[in-house]
Every structure is written in structure tokens, then in C-alpha cells.
């Protein structure tokens, strides 16, 4: 299949002067178009970094970063601006609450992106945020309303209908459930998945819960401390995770069906191994 997202070696430095440092180390990866790719990672690992080099937002030190085959890691200043504003790539954050104007309707969020464009008419617009809402199944009694006067799930609900109103090809989901509840999370989840089948966007889905990721993602990217250290099926990687960091993240899993605790041990022996494996940096560890 062709890729959609194609990043390629990418190494990306940040920090000025002598506190520059190099936060991914040649990572690789691939969206195809209608696939959800989860990227996987904790805190720092660099997954942010990943999702910013993808907008164009940080400069590669080497390495490329393709969207339907156009390089855009090279970008700068018009080139940059337009690729942005062309909407091919949209980024959904955590908290909708930040990412979305207060004082802004959510009728004006929705249609935002199209007005920037311009050339639309009041009635196109109208029906452009009635089918956006349609889409996420947000209640049209909500559209004169503001984003303090919704529930987190209806916000993160609009965010998404924004991201799609401007046709990308590829959604970047920024841990876009973790601030929401276990029902809301599933219905918001499930959206991203009818989204993905009714109009074949790729979606690169950024989490630390690989709870989240089951039922969702088709393939599943684990990054540790800037490097991609095993891909995989959703199913592989959750059934047979062969990284000691990856089988370290399976065995926080927790499961209804657990009667047991995860074993201590198991977990210390895992992350000690982790541990030996990240001091010896230089050396190939990853299982990609
Ligand atoms: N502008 C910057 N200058 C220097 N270092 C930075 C900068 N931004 C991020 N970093 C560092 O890069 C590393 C990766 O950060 P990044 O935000 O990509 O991680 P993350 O995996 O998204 O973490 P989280 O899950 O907490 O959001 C961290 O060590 C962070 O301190």
C-alpha cells in the first residue's frame, strides 16, 4: 500500500547552544491511508517531537519526513505556511479546552478553518458545520454555544469536527482521551475509527496508555527515549511484545480479568533490563 506518512531516519535536535540535544535518534515510521497507527511511550520519550517534525514544526538534523510522498520536513517560511494552511495534516490535542477559543462559538470553530480559506459562502458554511456536527454526533443545539459551556467529551468532539472540516489526510491525536472518562473515551475512540472508514484518513493516535490502543489501532510504534524499539500488529504487540520495554508497558496493562496483580518480580526483572539495555545506547537494541 502507499504510504501516507512516511518518517525516515529522522534525527531531531533541540535546546540551543551547548544544551542541544538530540532527542530522536533515527526513528522510522509509516501511515497508510485509513490506518490507525498507535505511537507508544512515556513521558519524554519524544513523542511530541515526533508529532511536531510531521507539521513541519521542528527542524530535522537528517532524516525525512514524507506526507503522500512531498517531503515537508524541508519547509520553511511561505512553502511552510502554505503546507499548513492546505490543512493536509491536523493535530487534535489533549485538552480541547486549550486548543479551542473560549470566546468562539462552536459553530465559528467549526467552520474556522474554511473561513481562513475564504471563497464560502453563509448557506456553504452552514452546511459545512451541520455536517461536520453530523459527523461526530454533536447535537446542532450546541452550535451557538461556547467551549466552557460543554462537557470534556463534546469538546474533544468538536476539536475532532474542526480537524475534519478542512479534509486532511492524516489526523495526529495528541493523547486525545486521557483527560476524559472510560465511557467517553470509548465513544470518542470509536469515532476515530468510523472516521478513518468513512473517509480513509490515516491516523497516528499518541499515547503512554497501551490500554488505549486495543480495539483501535491497527499497528502499534513504541518509542523509548527517542528511538523506535519495536513495531508491530496491535495484536502482536499486545499477545507477544518482544522488547523488554514493550513487555514492561503489556505487564502494566490492567485487566478485568486479572485476579492476580502484575508480579512484582516479573516487572523488576523487566525494568532492570530495560535499564542495562538503554546505558549500552550505542548498541542495536532495537527490535524493529
Ligand atoms: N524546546 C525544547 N528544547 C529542549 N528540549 C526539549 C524541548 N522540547 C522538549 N524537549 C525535551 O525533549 C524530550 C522529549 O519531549 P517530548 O515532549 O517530545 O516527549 P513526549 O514523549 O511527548 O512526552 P509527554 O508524554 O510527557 O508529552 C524531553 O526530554 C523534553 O525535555
Not at 497501551?210 to 513504541?222: C, K, N, P, T
Not at 513487555?247 to 490492567?254: A, D, F, G, W
Not at 533490563?273 to 542495536?284: F, G, I, K, N, Y
Request: glycine share 12%.
Amino acid at each position: 500500500m502507499t504510504e501516507l506518512l512516511n518518517v525516515s531516519g529522522l534525527h531531531v535536535a533541540l535546546g540551543r547552544g551547548r544544551r542541544r540535544t538530540e532527542i530522536l535518534h533515527g526513528v522510522d515510521l509509516t501511515v497508510a491511508p485509513g490506518e490507525i497507527v498507535g505511537l507508544i511511550g512515556e513521558t519524554g520519550s519524544g513523542k511530541t517531537t515526533l508529532a511536531r517534525a510531521v507539521l513541519g514544526l521542528s527542524q530535522a538534523r537528517s532524516g525525512t519526513v514524507t506526507i503522500g510522498g512531498h517531503e515537508v520536513g524541508g519547509l520553511r517560511g511561505r512553502a511552510l505556511r502554505a503546507f499548513r494552511r492546505g490543512g493536509a495534516v491536523q493535530y487534535v490535542f489533549q485538552d480541547p479546552l486549550r486548543s479551542l477559543d473560549p470566546d468562539r462559538t462552536v459553530f465559528d470553530t467549526l467552520v474556522e478553518g474554511l473561513v481562513v480559506r475564504g471563497g464560502h459562502s453563509r448557506a456553504e458554511l452552514r452546511d459545512a458545520a451541520h455536517e461536520a456536527a453530523r459527523l461526530v454526533s454533536l447535537p446542532l443545539d450546541l452550535l451557538p454555544r461556547h467551549p466552557g459551556e460543554l462537557s470534556g467529551g463534546q469538546r474533544q468532539r468538536v476539536a475532532i469536527a474542526r480537524a475534519i472540516a478542512v479534509g486532511p489526510r492524516l489526523l495526529i491525536c495528541d493523547e486525545p482521551v486521557s483527560a476524559l472518562d472510560a465511557s467517553t473515551r470509548i465513544t470518542i475512540l470509536e469515532l476515530l475509527l468510523r472516521l478513518r472508514e468513512s473517509h480513509g484518513i490515516g491516523v497516528l493516535l499518541i499515547t503512554h496508555d497501551l490500554g488505549s490502543l486495543g480495539g483501535v489501532a491497527d499497528r502499534i510504534v513504541v518509542l523509548y527515549q527517542g528511538q523506535v524499539v519495536e513495531t508491530g500488529t496491535t495484536r502482536d504487540i499486545l499477545l507477544a511484545p518482544r522488547h523488554p520495554y514493550t513487555r514492561l508497558l503489556v505487564t502494566s496493562v490492567p485487566s478485568i480479568r486479572d485476579e492476580e496483580p502484575p508480579d512484582p518480580e516479573l516487572r523488576r526483572a523487566l525494568r532492570d533490563e530495560v535499564h542495562a539495555l538503554a546505558t549500552h545506547h550505542s548498541a542495536p537494541w532495537s527490535l524493529t
